[in-house]
Nanobody, 123 residues
Framework: VQLQASGGGLMQAGGSLKLSCEASGRTFGYYIIAWFRQAPGKERECVAAINRSGGRTYYADSVKGRFTISRDNANNMVYLQMNSLKPEDTAVYFC?????????????????WGQGTQVTVSS
């Protein structure tokens, strides 16, 4: 599967952005999809993940209640709605896919990655 992330940009604190991840391939529905982010000098971290059906999700504590992950299997799309943005959300955001059933949060367990999209939140 090939992934392409988009939707990043510059936003003031308190604002919202919606990231999109478009996937190619007819087996998209068999993949766990996650959003990771990496800030300068920091490790890549999983901020949200969603299972095959979209019925189960994972959120990092730092984004719970502010970010929402969703997927549209009919159109091979995954979204990350980011509300109440904070300066500490500034990072490059990546979408990633893993051919699996269970959600995992380690970047090393994801086989496919999209290019990053920069999110910058100003105070």
């Amino acid at each position: 599967v090939q992934l392409q992330a988009s939707g990043g940009g510059l936003m003031q604190a308190g604002g919202s952005l919606k990231l999109s991840c478009e996937a190619s391939g007819r087996t998209f529905g068999y993949y766990i999809i996650a959003w990771f982010r990496q800030a300068p000098g920091k490790e890549r971290e999983c901020v949200a993940a969603i299972n095959r059906s979209g019925g189960r999700t994972y959120y990092a504590d730092s984004v719970k209640g502010r970010f929402t992950i969703s997927r549209d299997n009919a159109n091979n799309m995954v979204y990350l709605q980011m509300n109440s943005l904070k300066p500490e959300d500034t990072a490059v955001y990546f979408c990633a896919a893993r051919y699996a059933v269970q959600i995992v949060t380690s970047s090393g367990q994801y086989n496919y990655w999209g290019q990053g999209t920069q999110v910058t939140v100003s105070s």
